[in-house]
């Protein structure tokens, strides 16, 4: 049985910072490309960060320079550190797999607010 569990979420004020996890199970994750999406409320789940099996990132333009992914393969986990967090920086964050196929995990909400 496949599953990715985010932690790491929580209320942040703005400027501040947070460090999001995924653990995996149930896949060979050393296999995998990783990414992190968000979900801000009303709209479109978008890709703000992936990591690749071989460990190349790509960030997008609104979070460069303010986010970093990585991973720990021995750990089976994935991490994104973000720091100078804004107020639409808010959303549930969500973990996924990708290879032949997508897997999900449930997502951790980041709220940010003064």
């Known amino acids: 049985q496949v599953q990715l569990v985010e932690s790491g979420g929580g209320l942040v004020q703005p400027w501040g910072s947070l460090r999001l996890s995924c653990e995996t199970s149930?896949?060979?994750?050393?296999?995998?490309?990783m990414n992190w999406y968000r979900q801000a409320p009303g709209k479109q789940r978008e890709l703000v960060a992936g990591?690749?099996?071989?460990?190349?990132?790509n960030n997008a333009d609104t979070v460069k320079g303010r986010y970093t992914i990585s991973r720990v393969n021995a750990k089976n986990t994935m991490y994104l550190e973000m720091i100078s967090l804004n107020l639409e920086d808010t959303a549930v964050y969500y973990c996924?797999?990708?290879?032949?196929?997508?897997?999900w995990g449930q997502g951790t909400q980041v709220t940010v607010s003064s």
């Open positions: 990591i690749t099996s071989g460990g190349s990132t």
């Open positions: 996924n797999a990708k290879r032949l196929v997508y897997y």
């Open positions: 149930g896949i060979i994750f050393s296999m995998y490309t």
